[in-house]
T-cell receptor
Framework: EAQVTQNPRYLITVTGKKLTVTCSQN?????MSWYRQDPGLGLRQIYYSMNVEVTDKGDVPEGYKVSRKEKRNFPLILESPSPNQTSLYFC???????????????FGEGSRLTVL | GNSVTQMEGPVTLSEEAFLTINCTYT??????LFWYVQYPGEGLQLLLK?????DKGSNKGFEATYRKETTSFHLEKGSVQVSDSAVYFC??????????????FGQGTILTVHP
């Protein structure tokens, strides 16, 4: 089954304790991206990757890191989490977002993170 | 930069009512436009899309037309069902340059349909 898998689905942590949210897709997609969803703000893009070893900042990258060492994986790293990073996080992938032929984005089920 | 503005929610309708959710955008060039839907406890999934002016996207009885002259992409459905209750997001991808690879979402509109 084609899917995007995120782990953990739920996490409560404390300020400053490094954490990683993993994301894996089995569709051989080139494009992957992370979003955070907050009430009244919709989804905001954190980072995206057009292909292996190619990453770029989205609209709200502060406090986050990513890496794309393999095509299927795109982990989101919070080096020193703070309470304002409490949010619902979504990973998504797509075959391509090339201009003129945008692909469909496939989303994971989300990871709800609480930072105390 | 690019931006997407959706009508304020929540929207509450009775079954079989007509639905319109307004969406307007700001972007340079010729972006592609999308509607995504999020059912309770799930991730987003693509509902429909349009890639050029005057294109109409349609799926599951929903429709939206890419209007470049009014920079709009309003979502419509002639007769909603209880199962349509969800959060709906309008979104766009940039047309190139520094917008390449970025997907911009609106704030989402909560739709509740009562029997």
């Amino acid at each position: 089954e084609a899917q995007v898998t995120q782990n953990p689905r739920y996490l409560i942590t404390v300020t400053g304790k490094k954490l990683t949210v993993t994301c894996s897709q089995n569709m051989n997609h080139e494009y992957m991206s992370w979003y955070r969803q907050d009430p009244g703000l919709g989804l905001r893009q954190i980072y995206y990757s057009m292909n292996v070893e190619v990453t770029d900042k989205g609209d709200v990258p502060e406090g986050y890191k990513v890496s794309r060492k393999e095509k299927r994986n795109f982990p989101l790293i919070l080096e020193s989490p703070s309470p304002n990073q409490t949010s619902l996080y979504f990973c998504a992938s797509s075959l391509s977002l090339a201009s003129g032929s945008p692909g469909e984005l496939f989303f994971g089920e989300g990871s709800r993170l609480t930072v105390l | 930069g690019n931006s997407v503005t959706q009508m304020e929610g929540p929207v509450t309708l009775s079954e079989e009512a007509f639905l319109t959710i307004n969406c307007t955008y700001t972007a340079t060039g010729y972006p592609s436009l999308f509607w995504y839907v999020q059912y309770p406890g799930e991730g987003l999934q693509l509902l429909l899309k349009a890639t050029k002016a005057d294109d109409k996207g349609s799926n599951k009885g929903f429709e939206a037309t890419y209007r470049k002259e009014t920079t709009s992409f309003h979502l419509e459905k002639g007769s909603v069902q209880v199962s349509d209750s969800a959060v709906y997001f309008c979104a766009l991808t940039g047309a190139g340059g520094t917008s390449y690879g970025k997907l911009t979402f609106g704030q989402g509109t909560i739709l509740t349909v009562h029997p």
